[in-house]
């Protein structure tokens, strides 16, 4: 199966011009088809959020989720993929949105070889290491001897592979719209956290993993398919509206490997953390631990206009059972606004797009000897705000999502199996 699916990668020809991977949505507000016109992704951001503004009623609802059309049209995100069914631009554009924030963003930092690069405690008592850092080691320790590696690593059982399957389902919630003087709301919330009036979106997808740092991730939502993969060097994504994109920056691990699907990838993350004290998640007391992008890092993930400002994560980790049960991360950045869309002409203005992603943790079931999250529920909003204006938008968005399937150690998959798009290699820049 990967055999053919590397073979089925390399056959891709992307028609347009390849841009960096940004981590803020990227939906297309050109036509769909192929062969349009495709416009950067922070250009697509902006017009995704005048949609939004623009589908405000005047009495104060939203056309965009009242309307009878697209009560009709609701029967093209419950099809399975079935082509054949009409999708409104609106919906379609929803999904492209959830798709780029919460399809396959990464984390903010790369991943440690734990086992050769972890801090060493007689080390940091001679050095007078902050408690914050060696505190976060001990956190980290008991998280790898409470998922079972450590055990493992003491048997000889050693993790070369792995196999995940699971299914999501997606909702864009709401979107707030303030004009400053007054805010409207498009959708609304139940008490149980979902969408009152946005539509779910049903979808599943395959990962797979290969020690060190190389993964394949295939997820299908609503008819949509985004592909993204990693062959230790290269992070690179691709979707049917914007081709392939490949990472700037370090090589980072994929989010979804850190929430509770691999303890070692998730420890070697927050080798370097610090522990910021202890909060309570739900009925868990937990200590947090943080870790984030250094500044060069962040430079390097600069992309025209677009500036990097900061990238935040935060381990919720349980002081009973010792897992991790919640995982957050912020990462803002900051977009100069071109002169002729500036509606004051100032060519100093500023947009910022703030993403936040938290996701909560559990339902740890043991796979031949380690202790691996089988559910969860990611919460995601994005925030758009300017330097001197009391305008702003936010767009609230969940995915619930169960994992059916874990294997380790699967036969016959190779490095061969990572190997990037041949269309990549044809725009990195020479060395």
């Known amino acids: 199966m990967s055999r053919n699916n590397c073979n089925r990668k390399q056959r891709w020809c992307t028609q347009v011009p390849l841009t960096p991977l940004l981590e803020g949505p990227d939906v297309e507000m050109q036509e769909y088809y192929e062969g349009s016109k495709k416009e950067s992704s922070w250009e697509m951001i902006r017009e995704w959020f005048k949609i939004q503004k623009s589908s405000v009623s005047p009495e104060g609802g939203s056309g965009r989720f009242s309307s009878p059309s697209s009560s009709s049209n609701s029967l093209a995100f419950g099809n399975g993929g079935n082509s054949n069914y009409y999708v409104s631009p609106a919906k379609r554009h929803d999904l492209r949105l959830l798709l780029g924030v919460l399809g396959c963003p990464l984390a903010p930092i790369p991943s440690l070889n734990f086992k050769n690069e972890k801090p060493d405690h007689n080390h940091m008592i001679k050095d007078n290491i902050p408690w914050e850092t060696s505190t976060a080691y001990y956190i980290i320790q008991q998280y790898l001897a409470a998922s079972g590696c450590l055990k493992s690593s003491k048997n000889g059982m050693k993790k070369k592979n792995m196999y995940v399957a699971g299914v999501v389902k997606m909702t864009c919630c709401e979107t707030e719209v303030s004009s400053g003087k007054g805010v409207k709301t498009m959708g609304r919330n139940t008490s149980s956290g979902s969408s009152g009036n946005g539509e779910n979106v049903m979808g599943c997808f395959v990962l797979w993993e290969m020690t060190p740092g190389m993964w394949s991730l295939e997820l299908a939502v609503g008819g949509s398919k985004v592909l993204a993969g990693s062959d230790g060097k290269i992070v690179w994504r691709h979707t049917p509206w914007l081709g392939t994109h490949a990472a700037k920056g370090p090589q980072r691990p994929l989010r979804r490997l850190i929430q509770g699907l691999d303890p070692e990838s998730t420890a070697s993350l927050f080798a370097n953390a610090q522990c910021l004290g202890e909060k309570r998640i739900g009925d868990e007391d937990c200590f947090v631990l943080k870790v984030a992008a250094d500044r060069e890092a962040v430079m390097e993930r600069n992309e025209g206009p677009a500036k990097v400002i900061r990238h935040v994560l935060y381990g919720y980790f349980s002081q009973k059972s010792g897992l991790l049960v919640y995982l957050e991360d912020s990462h803002l950045t900051r977009v100069q606004a071109p002169l002729e869309a500036s509606p004051k002409n100032n ?27 089988h559910q969860g529920r990611t919460i995601a909003t994005v925030f758009r705000f300017e330097e001197d204006s009391m305008e702003h938008s936010r767009t609230r968005m969940e995915e619930i999502w169960r994992i059916d399937d874990v294997v380790f150690n699967v036969p016959g998959l190779s490095f061969d199996s990572f190997i990037p798009p041949a269309d990549i290699f044809d725009n990195l820049p020479s060395p």
């Open 347 to 373: 060519a100093n203005e500023a947009i910022y797009w703030e993403t936040t992603i938290g996701s909560s943790i559990g339902d740890y079931k043991d796979v031949d000897g380690l202790l691996i999250a």
